[in-house]
């Protein structure tokens, strides 16, 4: 019997206004086996990534995922949500693809300086990437 290796990996776009300002890869938490795991067995419903925090000085939004969407020909998926202009004033410095039934996240990005004000949208294009070999 051969052993698969299994890896995950993320990158995060954000654009402001449309424009894309930010694309990163992102870290993978400790908690992502466990949010895979409850993902794939489909028994609670609400087992699925379905929010996106955004943090800075103004605390913790969460945002809806707005599409989850599994890109063709690829091992991927693609998770999107929008912060609109009236969501929240201030700078992120930190953003999390997250599981609210758990409150656990798959993904982390921190350290950053992303600038957003009540004339500001900001989309976050969060891909989540599964290799097996």
């Known amino acids: 019997m051969s052993k698969l290796k299994a890896q995950i990996k993320g990158e995060i776009t954000v654009l402001r206004n449309g424009e894309i300002i930010f694309k990163e890869s992102n870290t993978i938490t400790a908690d992502a086996l466990e949010i895979l795991l409850r993902s794939m067995t489909g028994v609670i419903t609400s087992d699925k990534v ?10 913790t939004v969460s945002k809806t995922v707005t599409a989850a969407v599994a890109n063709v020909g690829t091992t991927s ?8 202009e009236a969501d929240f004033n201030g700078t992120v410095t930190d953003l999390a693809l997250n599981m609210s039934s ?27 990437t599964l290799t097996i070999a």
Do not use: H, M, P, S
Not at 50 to 59: D, L, Q, R, S
């Open 50 to 59: 379905n929010t996106i925090k955004f943090t800075g000085a103004f605390g």
């Open 77 to 84: 998926v693609t998770y999107t949500t929008t912060a609109t």
């Open 102 to 128: 758990i409150n656990k996240n798959l993904a982390v990005k921190t350290g950053l300086t992303i600038i957003k004000d009540n004339l500001t949208r900001l989309e976050i294009q969060w891909k989540i």
